[in-house]
Each structure stands twice: as C-alpha cells, then as structure tokens.
C-alpha cells in the first residue's frame, strides 16, 4: 500500500512569490492535515480537511491557504512569502476524520527554502 | 492553554544505556497520546497511541506509559539505529478536534 505522497521534495523561492505543494494520501484515507515545522517551533498545525471541506484550521494568516479534491489529494498555498515561512510542510493523512481517535500517518515533506 | 511538553531536549546515550523520555500535557478532553518517530528530512512516523491513564504499549526496545499529566517513553538497551527524534502528541477536543506536537526529543545513541 502506497504511503503518503507529497510533490514537490525540496524548493527554493524569493520574497514575494507564491508556492503550491501538493499531497495524494494514503488510499482510502480521507483526512488530510497540513502543518510546518520549524526547529524553533515543532510541528505547527496549519488546517485539515475531510471529504472536500476544511474542518479546522490553525493560528496561520490568511496567506496559507489549502483544498482537497474529490479524490482526497489535496493541495496548500503559500502567496507572497517572507523569509519565515522556511520550513518543512508535513501532510498526514489518517483513516477518519479527526472526530474519531486515529494516528497520523506522514509523507516525507516539502522543504521550503525562501530566500 | 493546551500544551505539550517534551524532555529533555536532546540525549546522547551510550549503546546499552537505557533512559526513558518524558511528555508531559495540559489539555482539555484528552482523546489520545501518540508517540512518534521521526528520522532527518524525514516525516514522522507512527510508534504508539495511548489512550488513558495506566496504559502501556511496547515495542522492540521502545515501551510508553501513560499517566494523567504525563507520558513516558522507555528505551531499554538502545542501539545505534534507535537516534532520532521522537515526538509526542496529543488528540484533543475544545470545540474542535485538534492535534498538538511537542517539540520533540533529539536521540542520539553512540556504539
């Protein structure tokens, strides 16, 4: 079974430009979370969704934003960065929604490097 | 506030030296506490759930406990392989269900 994807691995962008990344989850999963991770900080939580709809969200400004598609892969939005959005972006996908107790399963990340 | 906090920060142990990590959380409607692993320039990965007080669950070298304020993650005789990082985390609910990371704990085990 094919674990969590995530596209691209590594970028580098300027101040000021945006950056979308994308996530295909596990098969049949169809809770996707997004969060950064920062070695100041820990892994952030930025949103998640279920079946197309964003059900909970994170302290992030309105400049993050993410999707899901009907297929459960889903995508977040990163427009006009500063140099603080460097970080590795985790997207974790997990069997149920997050009303019902389940661990996370992670992909491997995007890491983001804004110069 | 909902908090969780790991420690120490880092640990360099001998091969063969066991320790134990800690996880200590406030929250409110504590659903679940999960253990994860976490190799560089790699996601997490998944070791344990735990989900109320007096629990354990083991693995290999790795067992974790569960208190009503804190959790522990015993390394008994680790190796070499056993470095990384491992972080804690807890499921809660406060009008929304919610996960919330500690920072993590960095492992380094030498041979």
């Known amino acids: 079974k094919a674990g969590v994807t995530q596209t691209p691995r590594y970028l580098i962008k300027t101040r000021g430009q945006q950056v979308t990344l994308s996530c295909s989850p596990i098969?049949?999963?169809?809770?996707v979370s997004w969060y950064q991770q920062t070695p100041g900080q820990g892994l952030q939580f930025l949103f998640e969704?279920?079946?197309?709809?964003?059900?909970n969200k994170g302290n992030f400004p309105g400049r993050f934003s993410g999707r899901q598609f009907s297929n459960s892969r889903s995508e977040m939005n990163v427009s006009t960065l500063e140099l603080g959005d460097s970080a590795l972006y985790l997207c974790a996908s997990c069997p149920m929604g997050a009303s019902n107790t389940g661990e996370l399963f992670f992909g491997e990340g995007s890491r983001l490097t804004v110069l | 506030e909902d908090q969780v906090t790991q420690s120490p920060e880092a640990l360099r142990l001998q091969e063969g030296e066991s320790s134990s990590l800690n996880c200590s959380y406030t929250v409110s409607g504590l659903r679940g506490l999960f253990w994860y692993r976490q190799d560089p320039g790699k996601g997490p990965e998944f070791l344990f759930t735990?989900?109320?007080a007096g629990e354990e669950k083991e693995k290999e070298r790795l067992k974790a406990t569960l208190t009503k304020k804190e959790s522990f993650l015993h390394i008994t005789a680790p190796k070499p392989e056993d470095s990384a990082t491992y972080l804690c985390?807890?499921?809660?609910?406060?009008?929304?269900?919610?996960?919330?990371f500690g920072t993590g704990t960095r492992l380094k085990v030498l041979a």
């Open positions: 985390a807890v499921q809660a609910f406060s009008g929304t269900y919610k996960y919330i």
């Open positions: 098969s049949g999963h169809r809770s």
């Open positions: 969704y279920f079946s197309e709809t964003q059900r």
């Open positions: 735990l989900y109320s």
